[in-house]
T-cell receptor
Framework: GAGVSQSPSNKVTEKGKDVELRCDPI?????LYWYRQSLGQGLEFLIY????????KSGLPSDRFSAERTGGSVSTLTIQRTQQEDSAVYLC???????????????FGPGTRLTVL | GQNIDQPTEMTATEGAIVQINCTYQ??????LFWYQQHAGEAPTFLSY??LDGLEEKGRFSSFLSRSKGYSYLLLKELQMKDSASYLC??????????WGAGTKLIIKP
């Protein structure tokens, strides 16, 4: 596609429910990144994928967070038993990154705004 | 630890010049990125510096001093549309981006 797309754009959920966020990277981009941004804060790295594998899961805040990527394209970030502190904008980015490590520019999607009541 | 410091907010006048500073401490260094983020939108790439010196790109320029752990973004001929947050991010030895909290730039007519 023309750019990184994410869905849903907004998600309101009740505490304790599970949510699934989707990211569709730029076609041909092999690297995919998930970040979290709380209001007025910088970006917090969560996880990245090179192809379908995730070499670094150290940024995931807890075991309630998981992510997968299939077919080297679409990725889903799942948050189980959501808590109010999970409320944030979840941003996905992709880069060409034919091989890692890479300094290739990351292109961001519009984000999913998650609100946990 | 790793850290990126930049001012929280700056105000400038339309048509003027503004310099947004960023100091970084990363475990290893693989370059310094600047991104622009309009309110409610995703960050968009502005510049990447990995060598010392000034990189000029139209009205925007970015400078890096590796010995000082310092970078700045220079915006000339400010326009109202430049009102946004500017994010500084350093890339560490693992090629991970360490992000600053962003500098909110307010442009006044």
């Amino acid at each position: 596609g023309a750019g990184v797309s994410q869905s849903p754009s907004n998600k309101v959920t009740e505490k304790g429910k599970d949510v699934e966020l989707r990211c569709d990277p730029i076609s041909g981009h092999t690297a995919l990144y998930w970040y979290r941004q709380s209001l007025g804060q910088g970006l917090e790295f969560l996880i990245y994928f090179q192809g379908n594998s995730a070499p670094d899961k150290s940024g995931l805040p807890s075991d309630r967070f998981s992510a997968e990527r299939t077919g080297g394209s679409v990725s889903t970030l799942t948050i189980q038993r959501t808590q109010q502190e999970d409320s944030a904008v979840y941003l996905c980015a992709s880069s060409l990154a034919v091989s890692l490590p890479s300094t290739d520019t990351q292109y961001f999607g519009p984000g999913t705004r998650l609100t946990v009541l | 630890g790793q850290n990126i410091d930049q001012p929280t907010e700056m105000t400038a006048t339309e048509g003027a010049i503004v310099q947004i500073n960023c100091t970084y401490q990363t475990s290893g260094f693989n370059g310094l990125f600047w991104y622009q983020q309009h309110a409610g939108e995703a960050p968009t790439f502005l510049s990447y510096n990995v060598l010392d010196g000034l990189e000029e790109k139209g009205r925007f320029s970015s400078f890096l001093s590796r010995s000082k752990g310092y970078s700045y973004l220079l915006l000339k001929e400010l326009q109202m549309k430049d009102s946004a947050s500017y994010l500084c991010a350093g890339m560490d030895s693992n090629y991970q981006l360490i992000w600053g909290a962003g500098t909110k730039l307010i442009i006044k007519p």
